[in-house]
């Protein structure tokens, strides 16, 4: 004993200092649950914020779009499997980032998934991906088999709506964040206007309505259960980012990394010039990593010190909208169309 007790000081330094290296949980979080209704499928997810009674959080709320890839409210998704995002929950480490920089963050797992995901994952590692699996511990697969855009943004508005009624800083500073493409469907929200947004943000998202058709379709050939994708065949149709900024003057902020390849050189002068002259448009470009802020590629997800950049970034730009009157000119920038 008394040799364990020498050595115990010591011990318990280097739990404190490895305990000190792990990245704190801050804040509550509250799950959600709500009913399916005549319009919408039943949605479940989470908020999570700094401190307090919920009821009486004035601070800015920031809702994470899911987009169309049956992610989870931690952002994984089928269509991830057999990628570098296999193992990364990116809307969980992002609300992470947020509820530390003063945000209330919603995040909800797509309608079409059976809940905990969780299980799902484990189930994907241990078995593979299969019809079996899929059908067993995965996806809804009757809600799957009609799963459309206009479900996924019926969701995330039937969720924006029960947070206007819940907490009273969604209905000052509500903001919507997007991942790559899914800034189509948080721009489709705003410019819908059956719920207010003030302000939207996205990482890897184009000013411009084209973007890399089938990047996402991932399913090995095997695979005959339908994970939902609609947004590539929706997109021509739906209505350019900057032109939701124009029209609706609600302020937008973009950003991607240097380096990327979806975004040619000229098409990143473009949205830089379209933002000089339009007042409620931002860009931030990142240097030294790739389309979404990874040092390896322009589809792997974003390096974990680029998150609380990420987190500084959306906080000053909603801190900086607030006085935000509008854009000017009132008229549509000239932009190079789309990624490539």
């Known amino acids: ?34 009913p399916k209704t005549a319009d919408t499928e039943a949605v479940g997810g989470q908020i999570d914020w700094p401190s307090g009674k919920l009821e009486n959080w004035n601070g800015p ?10 992610a989870d409210r931690d952002g994984w998704s089928l269509l991830a499997v057999g990628t570098a995002w296999q193992e990364r929950s990116p809307y969980q480490e992002l609300a992470s980032a947020l509820t530390k920089k003063g945000f209330a963050v919603i995040r909800f797992d797509a309608p079409e998934l059976m809940l905990p995901s969780m299980k799902c994952r484990d189930m994907v590692r241990q078995q ?10 995965c996806l809804k697969v009757d809600i799957a088999q009609r799963a459309s855009l ?23 500073k509500m903001v919507l964040l997007a991942l790559g493409d899914d800034v189509l469907e948080a721009a489709a929200i705003i410019d819908r206007k059956r719920v207010p947004v003030h302000g939207f943000a996205t990482i890897g ?9 089938g990047k996402s379709e991932m399913k090995p050939p095997s695979i005959t259960v339908p994970i939902p994708n609609a947004l590539p065949g929706a997109s021509d149709a739906m209505a350019a980012p900057i ?26 002068a473009s949205f830089a010039a379209a933002a000089n002259t339009t007042v ?23 390096e974990p010190y680029m998150v609380e950049q990420v987190a500084n970034t959306v906080r000053e730009f909603v801190d900086k909208m607030v ?18």
């Open 1 to 34: 004993m008394k040799e364990f007790s020498r050595f115990l000081p010591a011990v318990c330094a280097a739990l404190l200092l490895q305990a000190a290296a792990l990245p704190a949980m801050a804040g509550q979080s509250r799950q959600f649950s709500l």
């Open 61 to 70: 709320v920031l809702l994470i779009v899911p987009g169309q890839r049956a």
């Open 128 to 137: 593979g991906l299969s019809d079996v699996v899929i059908a067993q511990h």
């Open 150 to 172: 206009d479900m996924h943004i019926s969701s995330t508005e039937y969720v924006i709506a029960h947070a206007r009624k819940s907490i009273p800083g969604a209905r000052q």
């Open 205 to 213: 998202g184009a000013a411009s309505n084209a973007f890399e058709n």
């Open 243 to 268: 032109d939701v900024i124009v029209k609706r003057r609600v302020p937008g902020l973009f950003m991607w990394g240097e380096l990327s390849n979806r975004l040619s050189a000229d098409q990143q």
């Open 280 to 302: 409620s448009m931002q860009i931030q470009r990142f240097g030294g990593c790739y389309h979404l802020l990874s040092k390896r590629s322009d589809d792997d997800w974003m």
């Open 323 to 340: 006085a935000t009157t509008g854009p000017k000119p009132p008229s549509r920038p000239a932009l190079t169309a789309g990624l490539e």
